[in-house]
């Protein structure tokens, strides 16, 4: 809990400050008081209207909010900030929020008291259950991923085994992605008509042992979470923990890189020293050449020539000359 000073009584308007971010001086009207005895006058260094410009530039990002409260030592409570930030206009904000919350009513609130549960809520992903503006974004956003006959009750059913299935089985593809949630609908019908003590449960069951062996939803095939499924998996998981890869910088360190780097000096010798060389190569080239259109020019036959028609031609008979054993006509 912080140091909270003795608040003194409201100074007169004509009593001003200079705002040390932007150097003007300003009535002490213009800013906010502060829970903080490392202001003498108990009231904060930078005037209103600069810190509206802050939290404007941040885009009403509620750590940069929370900040300024932990500045102001006084409590940063994000459901009582939404619902002033949305009655007044931006510049008004921070200065109605910060003279509630610095009036004596809320004295005995420090900042750290609520951070605390702050940090607690977020951890557990409860932060939006604190906020309804939030809170029926995220149950729209539900209704459109699973329908619109189902209460908010049956909604957080249907995530909370959805999630479970992405986060322990291997689902891959949209086709899986669609199992998973058949699968889930299926569970919560089975469950709401075993409490109803429907007697038809039964093909429900079925429907619901067939998915999971269609899909695969089974103990053999659960993903381990300290599993690595690809090698970049491994990559990053190596660079998270500080190793750099140490690529190959062109120095030779053991016998085989000597080696090849002999082998590459000699084969560079061996076409940049001999002056002979590229002319045997062009010799070679030209013979090959003249190899190919020799075979064309001897051996080579028209585009159009049909082995099978000349083979079939060779054995047919002409039907009106007479055959002679003797070899005359």
Known sequence: MPVIPKIPKPVSASVSKRCEKCGRVLPLSQFSRAHSEFYVDNFLPWCNECIAERIDAADGDWEVVDRLCQWAGIPFIVKEWERIRGMTLPVETWPTYAKIFCSDDYISLGWGDYFRQYKRLKEVGLLEEELPEIREKRYHDLRRKWGENYDEEDLNHLEDL????????????????????????????????????????????????????????????????????????????????????????????????????????????????????????????????????????????????????????????????????????
């Open 162 to 329: 959805y999630r479970g299935l992405m986060n322990t089985q291997n689902i891959t593809g949209a086709l899986q992605v669609d199992q998973a949630q058949k699968l889930c609908k299926i569970s919560l019908e089975i469950d709401n008509r075993i409490r109803a003590g429907d007697k038809d449960v039964d093909k429900f069951m079925s429907s619901y042992d067939k998915i999971i062996k269609s899909a695969e939803f089974t103990p053999k095939n659960a993903k381990n979470a300290t599993d690595f499924d690809s090698f970049a998996e491994v990559a990053y998981w190596l660079e998270k923990r500080g190793r750099q890869n140490k690529f190959y910088d062109d120095v030779t360190r053991d016998v085989l890189d000597e080696t090849l780097k002999n082998i590459e000096a000699y084969n560079q010798r061996l076409y940049i020293n001999e002056g002979g060389i590229g002319e045997e190569i062009t010799q070679r080239l030209n013979a090959l050449k003249s190899t190919n259109i020799f075979e064309e020019h001897y051996y080579g036959a028209p585009e159009d020539f049909d082995e099978d028609v000349y083979a079939n031609d060779a054995y047919i008979l002409d039907d009106e000359a007479e055959f002679n054993p003797e070899g005359g006509s």
